[in-house]
């Protein structure tokens, strides 16, 4: 998979970083990755193409959701929603499966 390491979200850089050890949060629990709203950061566990690809989609709607002032609108479970919705929705419907379609 290549791995890009920067997109521009609403004009504005978000780095990325593929980290192999797991990701805990502040209370210890697993993550697949985070959006660092300061450093407009994301770092995804590097796991497989399949895990990594959704779960950077995820997290760069999650940025687009806090470029765009949508998160200041909406609860913090609906952007979670929001962000597994849509990270599926792409993934399966944008070829980025890397295998082709019927």
Known sequence: MNKRKKFC??????????????????????????????KN???????????????LIHELVH????????????TVEAQEILCESLSHFIYENFDMRRQKRK
Do not use: C
Not at 12 to 21: A, G, P
Not at 68 to 73: E, L, M, P, W
């Open 63 to 74: 940025a687009l959701i806090y470029r765009s002032g949508v998160a200041q609108i909406i």
């Open 41 to 55: 950061h994301i770092v995804i566990h590097d796991e497989t193409d399949k895990d990594t690809m959704k779960t």
């Open 9 to 38: 979200v609403l004009g504005q850089d978000v780095t990325v970083e593929y980290s192999e050890n797991p990701l805990v949060d502040e209370t210890n629990r697993q993550l697949a990755g985070f959006f660092d709203i300061k």
